[in-house]
């Protein structure tokens, strides 16, 4: 059977969500904390490298001049895990999943320079709120939310063309209204990929435990970092 919603292609078998059934409730808790410890572990590392980077000038220099290669190449990354999870060992797919956390951490470094401490406090504030209300609702509820994938795709795509658009408008009303919509559509990514995660859909799709804990922390972790970033766009206040 095939998954509308998955990015991994053909799933190895029908989807517990499609049959309308939910794993044991440790299974579900043993899928969840695997994907929220390599999500965590993922954060932590892209926040000490941002600390390191934004704490020296030579390296701020550097990072600035890379910055744009950079960011390719966390796109090139982060496609490579999400179309290449079903044939990679879990421990390579892990390792990317690692050195695109230390990558970002270099550009969200420049990030941090360029926004006062009490904004970057508050903006973290608000998307772990969000974010953690949002992965309660997605492990607790009994209602399936597997058919908002179309929407949240499409309404994803729209977001980057917005924000591609409004890049080169720099209008600055629509520069508010895109990050509201952000935190709507991450918030609701959030809870999205926490049920997906619960219920073993995604175990189900890459075929294993491990590959689902390395998607799964990846999905969490873009839904987290895009919130906070979103987030920093309405309260942020520039140096």
Do not use: C, H
């Amino acid at each position: 059977m095939n998954d509308p919603q998955s990015p991994f292609g053909s799933a190895r078998g029908p989807l517990p969500s499609t049959l309308g059934v939910r794993p044991a409730a440790e299974l579900s808790a043993g899928f969840l904390s695997q994907a929220f410890a390599w999500m965590f572990a993922g954060l932590l590392l892209t926040a000490g490298v941002a600390f390191v980077v934004q704490s020296n000038v030579r390296l701020l220099s550097v990072a600035s001049s890379l910055f744009l290669p950079a960011i390719i190449v966390e796109f090139v990354l982060v496609f490579a895990i999400t179309l290449g999870i079903t044939r990679l060992p879990a421990t390579v797919a892990l390792g990317l999943f690692f050195v695109y956390a230390a990558l970002n951490g270099v550009t969200f470094g420049l990030i941090f320079v360029a926004y006062s401490l009490p904004s970057v406090g508050a903006a973290f504030l608000s998307a772990s709120a969000m974010f953690g209300g949002a992965a309660i609702y997605g492990a607790v509820t009994k209602r399936s939310l597997a058919s908002w994938g179309g929407y949240l795709t499409m309404g994803l795509i729209g977001l980057i063309v917005a924000m591609l658009v409004n890049a080169f408008i720099g209008w600055s009303l629509g520069s508010v209204a895109i990050s509201v919509v952000g935190v709507v559509l991450f918030t609701a990514l959030t809870a999205y990929d926490v049920q997906r995660i619960a219920t073993g859909d995604i175990a189900v799709m890459v075929g294993s435990m491990e590959r689902a804990a390395v998607i799964g922390a990846l999905r969490l972790y873009l839904d987290f970092v895009n919130l906070f970033l979103m987030f920093l766009r309405l309260f942020g206040s520039r140096r």
